[in-house]
């Protein structure tokens, strides 16, 4: 079997697949972010024998997906933001290779994310898509020709920081990114900038849901801003489809609306529709992905189970 990991934040989630991607048993625990790379990975580790207690299969690989920057190749975080302990730096894939035996692989989250949805999720089979993943931030990770296009210097994709969206201060720094109008924490800070009130992106959506006008009116303006980074993507890259996740996508029937009025009103010049959706897997998107590299990238014949 093949093993998937979800290093986040808050929640690291494990999931044991077959070698056709279907999960059979998962397992989520907290993440220890605060008391450093070790004790995640050993967290993470612990979770997983637990699973393969009772997993009728030997193990292949295990695949990671991490939040932050990290090297693929070398298999270490290399920017992490502050709410993790000694994480930037961390060699991830040669902890769990010492400690299991077997092959590991390290992506982005957001990477994972895509190569979930693309494997068993609602853009399976899919040649070219955009994966956007709107949470704390907006993330981004770019499907070409069937593989995973990260670009010269790894950011291929990174819709979250296109500017052109306004003038209000992001947190990477720069003025007018897509992310100060549609991450989870700008849609908080919009409706307090126009209630006074602090609220949740979730507690927003809610509003909406009761027919809040200042509610619906940040909803509305996140949606047509990520159907403007769509359309800027579809004229760039003649990329037509999206696969949205993250737990803004979670307020679906607030965004789609506006997501789908604004790309009927300027639709992309090579006339071709575009196709957006929500994410197939939902939380369980990023877990699934690494473990579909892990299965990618073993080279060993797979034998009987």
């Not at 575009?274 to 073993?298: D, F, M, Y």
């Amino acid at each position: 079997m093949f093993a998937g990991v979800d290093i986040g934040g808050t929640t690291t989630q494990v999931v044991l697949c077959t070698p056709e991607l279907t999960v059979v048993d998962r397992l989520e625990v907290p993440t220890p972010a605060a008391e450093g790379g070790a004790a995640m990975v050993r967290a993470a580790l612990d979770a997983l024998d637990l699973l393969l207690a009772h997993a009728p299969a030997r193990l292949r690989a295990v695949g990671v997906g991490a939040a932050g920057v990290v090297d693929a190749r070398a298999g270490r975080v290399l920017v992490a933001s502050d709410s993790f302990r000694s994480w930037a730096g961390f060699e991830v894939t040669a902890t769990m290779e010492a400690a299991l035996g077997v092959p590991a692989f390290l992506d982005n989250d957001v990477n994972a994310f895509l190569r979930g949805e693309v494997a068993k999720g609602a853009v399976a089979g899919e040649p070219h898509v955009l994966g956007m993943t709107l949470g704390t931030g907006v993330g981004g990770a770019l499907w070409l020709n069937g593989a995973l296009y990260e670009g010269p210097h790894g950011a291929a994709g990174e819709t979250g920081h296109i500017p052109g969206f306004g003038d209000l201060p992001c947190t990477c720094g720069g003025r007018g990114h897509l992310e100060t109008l549609a991450s989870g924490r700008s849609i908080g800070a919009r409706y307090g900038e126009r209630t006074g009130r602090t609220r949740t992106a979730g507690a927003v959506a809610e509003a909406a849901g009761l027919g809040d006008p200042d509610a619906l009116a940040v909803y509305e303006a996140a949606g047509a801003a990520v159907a403007r980074a769509i359309l800027i993507t579809a004229g760039m890259l003649d990329v037509t489809t999206f696969v949205i996740g993250g737990g803004v996508s979670g307020a679906w029937p607030l965004l789609e609306p506006p997501i789908l009025a604004a790309l009927a009103a300027e639709p992309p010049v090579s006339g071709h529709p575009v196709r957006v959706v929500r994410t197939g897997l939902g939380s369980a998107a990023v877990a699934i992905g690494a473990a579909s590299r892990a299965r990618t990238e073993s080279q060993e014949p797979l034998g009987p189970v």
